[in-house]
């Protein structure tokens, strides 16, 4: 586990639509992290993607365990304005 320290974002936005920059967020924010930079920071690795479609594939949670996502969206409409999108 890498102990670099995550960059800190200087502002939130929430999402109205789905793209593939929300299903990234989605998936990360499932696992425990605001997002892939975060992961990378405190991982120290990059996280395992789809070849098919770019989205993650598997993360490893904060806890030790693993979250093991699908190759289709899996951020449903209803669950979009939920996500957080950061910016640095």
């Given at each position: 586990m890498?102990?670099?320290?995550?960059?800190?974002?200087?502002?939130?936005?929430?999402?109205k639509?789905w793209?593939?920059e929300?299903e990234?967020a989605?998936?990360?924010?499932?696992?425990?992290?605001?997002?892939?930079?975060?992961?990378r920071?405190?991982?120290g690795?990059?996280?395992l993607r789809?070849?098919?479609?770019?989205?993650?594939?598997?993360?490893?949670?904060?806890?030790?365990?693993?979250?093991?996502?699908?190759?289709?969206?899996?951020?449903?409409?209803?669950?979009?304005?939920?996500?957080k999108l950061y910016?640095?």
């Amino acid at each position: 586990m890498a102990s670099s320290v995550a960059p800190q974002p200087t502002r939130l936005v929430r999402p109205k639509n789905w793209n593939e920059e929300v299903e990234d967020a989605y998936r990360f924010q499932l696992a425990g992290y605001r997002d892939a930079a975060e992961y990378r920071a405190l991982r120290g690795e990059e996280p395992l993607r789809w070849t098919e479609t770019g989205f993650v594939k598997k993360l490893t949670r904060r806890d030790g365990c693993f979250y093991y996502f699908n190759r289709l969206r899996e951020c449903l409409d209803k669950d979009v304005h939920k996500c957080k999108l950061y910016c640095y």
